[in-house]
């Protein structure tokens, strides 16, 4: 079954993004010139505007915070021995 958060490409959602954010206009009204829903736009906008204002990403944060806590029980179990 495909994965419906891959329903738009990346650079679809990154286009409408900018659009939005250099228009000024609402998310809501351009959604609805776009037949697009305005909470999945939404997010595309913030995470847009993250890039541009050069802000960490944050599934990139929790990635490393999981590799670190796996490392720490690996670490944790090879001292046990």
Do not use: H
């Amino acid at each position: 079954m495909p994965n419906p958060a891959a329903k738009y490409a990346d650079e679809f959602r990154r286009e409408t993004a900018d659009y939005i954010i250099s228009t000024g206009r609402a998310i809501t009204e351009c959604c609805a010139e776009l037949g697009l829903n305005s909470k999945t736009v939404n997010k595309w906008v913030q995470n847009r505007r993250r890039e541009l204002a050069g802000g960490p990403d944050p599934k990139a944060e929790d990635r490393e915070l999981r590799e670190a806590k796996r490392r720490i029980r690996e670490l944790e179990m090879e001292n046990a021995f």
